[in-house]
Nanobody, 123 residues
Framework: QVQLVESGGGLVQTGGSLRLSCTPSGITFSYYTMGWFRQAPGKEREFVVAISQSGGDTDFTDSVWGRFAISRDNAKNTVYLQMDSLQPEDTAVYYC????????????????WGQGTQVTVSS
């Protein structure tokens, strides 16, 4: 059974930082491109960022460029999302995702989803 377990969400003030982690089980982590999506209330789930299997290729949505960073540790089977300069519009449930390629994840071609972790940014 495949599980993607996210952690690190919470409540933070505007301008603050959070780091999300995602640790999959049931898959060979190094075979997969990993990414993060988010879904705000009343909105569609949107692509945020992805990182290739080796970590050498990344893709970000424009709204988080320069504020968010993605990294992965294949030895620990974990992908991280460092979120800095958080804004109220970043408030959403953040979902970890596994796919086959960075550009495929951007197109929401996701093989596996996590359960989501809530991020709330207060103004």
């Amino acid at each position: 059974q495949v599980q993607l377990v996210e952690s690190g969400g919470g409540l933070v003030q505007t301008g603050g930082s959070l780091r999300l982690s995602c640790t999959p089980s049931g898959i060979t982590f190094s075979y997969y491109t990993m990414g993060w999506f988010r879904q705000a209330p009343g909105k569609e789930r949107e692509f945020v960022v992805a990182i290739s299997q080796s970590g050498g290729d990344t893709d970000f949505t424009d709204s988080v460029w320069g504020r968010f960073a993605i990294s992965r540790d294949n030895a620990k089977n974990t992908v991280y999302l460092q979120m800095d300069s958080l804004q109220p519009e970043d408030t959403a449930v953040y979902y970890c995702a596994a796919g086959t390629a960075v550009r495929a994840l951007r197109r929401k071609q996701v093989n596996y989803w996590g359960q989501g972790t809530q991020v709330t940014v207060s103004s």
